[in-house]
């Protein structure tokens, strides 16, 4: 006899966020229209590099 007894697993995408000139790194809960390389602005660390996307993944939640 087989359970289909699915594992639920619940996946909170982040997005990181890091500055090209002092490296900064920020993450913040992913949003819809977040992708790689994708340019936030300005860097607040260091007020001259601009902070792009370098990585969105998902951690799962226990
Ligand atoms: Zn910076």
């Known amino acids: 006899m087989m359970f289909s007894r699915k594992k639920q697993e619940i996946i909170n995408p ?6 090209a000139l002092c490296n900064a ?3 913040k809960k992913f949003a ?7 340019t ?3 860097c607040s660390s260091c007020n ?10 998902g951690e ?3």
């Open 32 to 38: 819809e229209d977040d992708y790689v390389f994708k």
């Open 14 to 19: 982040y997005t990181v966020e890091q500055c």
């Open 48 to 57: 001259n590099g601009t902070v792009l996307i370098s990585k969105i993944y």
């Open 25 to 27: 790194v920020k993450k």
């Open 40 to 42: 936030i602005g300005k």
């Open 60 to 62: 799962s939640v226990k």
